[in-house]
């Protein structure tokens, strides 16, 4: 019988995914503890690599405290992207230009693309904290809570941001948080009567929130 994807139904091919990715870890880290890898479909595997290249980019440009070979597999990949032309950098915070390559002070942020990365691995810390047997699955809200908000938000923008990182400090104080390289990401899974909370820390220190209604 075969094993169906953490995501999905579809069936699972290969390795597994890690989740989060391997690449945020520094290397060896896994040589005597092994990491998490949850059964994948190609879809939300090698299909979805470039969501979490980005996710990679994002932590590694705003966190402390990374390895010093992830930070230098984060710029080899940059620095891959503007070798090839045919590949957009407004993303990294670049631009090509007649004179040459522009790089700017600050990227902007794909949401989307953060969004899908931060998901994938809420879903696979998920299934994976519950041994397989649920699956996150339907529409999640993924509150990046390390990128903070803007100050001239409106004041409900405001209030909601607040109570987000209210609850998630609350949880992390009360609660048991799990994780075996807690230096690089831990996390918690709630499942409420009418919500499922997973809340997820990288690098000690950049936190996200996802929820999920259970109506949805």
């Known amino acids: 019988m075969s094993t169906s994807c953490y995501c999905c139904d579809e069936r699972a091919i290969g390795q597994g995914d890690h989740v989060p990715p391997k690449a945020l870890f520094q290397s060896g ?24 290249e980005y996710l990679k980019f994002i932590l590694t440009s705003v966190a402390e405290g990374v390895p010093k070979d992830v930070r230098g597999g984060t710029i080899r990949s940059v620095i891959r992207h503007a070798k090839n032309p045919e590949t957009s950098l407004h993303r ?12 700017g002070k600050t990227a902007p942020v794909d949401e989307d693309i953060l ?24 529409t999640i809200v993924v ?3 390390f990128l903070g908000i803007v100050n001239d938000a409106p004041p409900e923008i405001h209030k909601t941001f607040e109570n987000i990182c209210k609850l998630m400090d609350e949880d992390m104080r009360s609660s048991q948080v799990h994780g075996e390289h807690q230096d690089v990401f831990k996390y918690q899974v709630f499942d409420e009567f009418d919500h499922i909370r997973i809340n997820m820390v990288f690098y000690r220190s950049k936190s996200v929130l996802v929820i999920k209604r259970q109506s949805d």
């Open 29 to 52: 880290t896994f040589a005597t503890l092994r990491p998490i890898i949850v059964p994948s479909c190609t879809t939300h595997n090698q299909a979805k690599s470039s969501a979490d």
């Open 115 to 138: 969004d899908e990365a931060l998901g994938k691995v809420a879903r696979g810390i998920y299934y994976h904290h519950h041994r397989g047997l649920r699956k996150l699955t339907g």
């Open 143 to 145: 509150h990046p809570i």
């Open 92 to 103: 990294f915070g670049m631009e090509r230009t007649q004179e040459g390559l522009t790089i």
